[in-house]
Every structure is written in structure tokens, then in C-alpha cells.
């Protein structure tokens, strides 16, 4: 068997824009006097990836940023994805391609621990992966019916620590006996990956179930997944948002 295929460099990008159906300008809600985007931006420099790039899609967003000491880039707001807005935001950064690898991190993580980036960057590089992210076990038993949880279905290592992944649902998968978990979505990319990924169309997998992973998946990219122990706190609706401000007061 050949050798993993190591990224020589990471960069971290946080994709961020302003529009949020649940949760209007959500970048910069304040939680104890800082705003969220600022928040994981520094969890993400305390991660110690490499540089922590914030692909903004509004100029308010950027300035925040730029005030807190980070780097932005702006991006068109019309891109379809996130994953499109972070591929455009690390070509502007890195056009002469010193960079091979790249952690999609969500703007809406402010509790995050830095060792769940160094997690799933350290998985890509150890591994022969297209793309690494992460699960945890599911710990409520009302989530397992849940479709805003996203159950990932895993070929698990001998040591249930990380795997590949067969598949990604809102269904409650798989069947029978044992745990199930709950797939949290930071991924890492190898650079030629990212481009690949977001050439192509959606497929009919990811139409269906709306998870843009599975895009990967049809087009047979392989994703490998770490276990984590709990799934950080995502700041999606304002009862989250309250949740986050009690946790970080």
C-alpha cells in the first residue's frame, strides 16, 4: 500500500454572509461583547492549523474581522454554497498554490474547542482521503429521528476511532441494534479535491436528502471521519443564540 498523501500546508477559511433565514446577521451577533464570527475566527487561530482566512460575503463582515487583527476576503454573496465560497476566498489568498490543503470551518461555531479543527486537518493528513470530517455519538435519544441531525453511516476502524463513510442521511441510519451518530460539519479538503467538488453539478442524492456531501460521495470521493466525543454547540435559531451568550458569559 502506498504511503498517505500528506498536505504539506493547511489554511483554515470560514465561509460568512449576512443572510440567515432563521437568524438574520447572524456573523455578528454579540455574545458577551464579542461577535461570533470574531469568536471563531480566534478558535480557529488557537487551533494552529495554519493562517485563518474569513471568506466574507458582506463588507460588514470583512470589517469586523480586519478590526479584530484577522484577514477577509470578499465573496460574491451569490455563490451557491459555502464550499464555493471558500474555494473562491483561497484562490484570491493563495494564487501561487503554497497552500494544498484547506479546513472549511462554519462561522456559527462560537464555543468551538481548537482541537476539533486540529482533528479533522490531522485526519487528512494521515489518511488517503479526498475529504475528512467529523462525528459524535449521539447522546439524546429524541435526535435520532431528528432531520435537522445529520446521521452519517461509517465503515468504523478496528478501533472505532475513525472510518469511512458510506453514506449521509436525516433519516435515522442505520438500522438495528447500536449507536448512532450525529455528523458535525467542518470538513478538510485537499486543494484538488475542493476543486473537483465544486465543479461538479448537485446530484440527485444531495437534491433529495439536502446534504451537499453526498455530492462527493456519488461522484466517488472518499471521505474518511474521526470520532470526537461531544458535537459543539451551532448557533442556528435565537434560542441557540441565547444558549451560546449563557455558556460564554
Known sequence: MSEPRSPARSVVVIPARMASTR???KPLADIAGVSMIVRVWRQAVKAGV????????DDVIAAAI????????????????????VHAALNEFDPERRYDSVVNL?????ALDPDTVRAVAELLFDSHADIATLAAPIDDPADNDNPA???PVIAWDADGKRGRALYFTRARAPWGEGPLFHHIGIYAYRRASLARFVSLPPSPLETREKLEQLR????GM???VARVDAV??????????????????
Open 23 to 25: 437568524l438574520p446577521g
Open 50 to 57: 495554519g493562517p485563518v482566512v474569513v471568506a466574507a460575503g
Open 66 to 85: 480586519e478590526r479584530a487583527g484577522g484577514h477577509a476576503i470578499l465573496t460574491d454573496p451569490d455563490l451557491p454554497s459555502g464550499s464555493d465560497r
Open 106 to 110: 462554519q462561522g456559527d461555531l462560537p
Open 149 to 151: 441531525v445529520v446521521k
Open 216 to 219: 462527493a460521495l456519488e461522484a
Open 222 to 224: 472518499n471521505i474518511q
Open 232 to 249: 459543539p454547540l451551532s448557533v442556528d435559531t435565537p434560542a441557540d443564540l441565547e444558549k451560546a451568550r449563557k455558556l460564554l458569559s
